[in-house]
């Protein structure tokens, strides 16, 4: 169990350090990204980008830097649905026929789409939890508001006027 004590509890009793203070650095918002060019040609990973950009967006939570992480989703996105198309078209299981030296065999196999489609589930809830897309990752990732700071102060800071409160 961890005794460490939070910025505001630093502040308050004048122990704070800024030179040990770990600040989130601040990212530039995305307002009104754009699909990028690479992604156009898959008409299913445009479309989901442009879903979960314009919701990412609407919560304040999409950063320019998260764009190329939001077109890996994207990516992944489409490549598990064509996975899982394959899997509802062909089935889980499919026949492969061999000419061997006693004649033709006709056997059984797992569609290699079933595989596929697990890995591809897999990465893309991984990338679906760095962007807090998925509902357990959503509370982690926060926006910052701008009725958080104070005027010149920088984002995420605390007031430091203590003697305003008392």
């Known amino acids: 169990m961890s005794n460490r004590k939070s910025k505001a509890e630093h502040l308050g009793r004048g122990t704070f350090r800024g030179d040990r203070d770990k600040a989130v650095p601040a990212f530039t918002p995305s ?3 754009r699909v990028p060019a690479f992604l156009r040609t898959n008409k299913v990973a445009a479309q989901e980008w442009k879903r979960a950009a314009a919701e990412l967006e609407q919560a304040g939570v999409l ?4 764009l190329a992480l939001l077109s890996n989703y994207a990516l992944i996105f ?8 394959d899997v509802e078209r062909n089935g889980q299981v499919i026949w492969i026929e061999a000419t061997t030296r006693t004649g033709m ?4 196999i797992p569609n290699p789409a079933v595989r596929n489609e697990i890995n ?6 991984k990338v679906a939890s760095k962007l807090g897309i998925s509902p357990v990752d959503r509370g982690r990732v ?25």
């Open 31 to 33: 307002k009104g990204a």
């Open 78 to 85: 489409a490549r598990w649905r064509a996975a899982a198309d």
């Open 63 to 66: 950063k320019e830097i998260d």
């Open 142 to 166: 926060q926006a910052v508001s701008p009725f958080d700071q104070d005027e010149g102060s920088e984002p995420g800071s605390l007031c430091t006027d203590l003697e305003d409160y008392a």
């Open 105 to 108: 065999t006709r056997k059984p």
């Open 120 to 125: 591809y589930s897999a990465a893309l809830l």
